[in-house]
C-alpha cells in the first residue's frame, strides 16, 4: 500500500474549493449514464424561467396514429 500517496492525494482534495470538492465527489460516486443533480437542477430553473414557452405556442402536428404505441 502506498500511504504516502494517498496522504498527498487527502491534501490535494482538502485544499480543493467546496465546488470542487463536490464536483469530484460526482466523478468518483455517481453513473454519469445519468443526469446529474445539478443538471436536473439546471433544467428545472430553464423550464420555469420560461425559455421553453415557446413550445407551448407550436402546433400539435403529431397524434397517436403517427407512431407505435407503448
Keep these: 500500500m502506498n500511504t504516502k500517496l494517498v496522504e498527498s492525494l ?3 482534495i482538502l485544499s480543493l ?3 470542487e470538492q463536490s464536483l469530484l465527489e460526482e466523478k468518483l460516486f455517481f ?3 445519468e443526469p ?3 443538471d436536473l437542477m439546471r433544467l ?3 423550464q420555469t424561467g ?3 414557452q ?3 405556442d407550436e402546433p400539435d ?6 407512431g407505435e404505441l407503448i
Design 61 to 66: 402536428i403529431y397524434s397517436l396514429k403517427h
Design 36 to 38: 446529474s443533480t445539478r
Design 17 to 19: 474549493s467546496d465546488e
Design 50 to 52: 420560461g425559455v421553453f
Design 31 to 33: 453513473d454519469s449514464s
Design 54 to 56: 415557446f413550445l407551448n
Design 44 to 46: 428545472q430553473l430553464a
Design 10 to 12: 487527502l491534501q490535494v
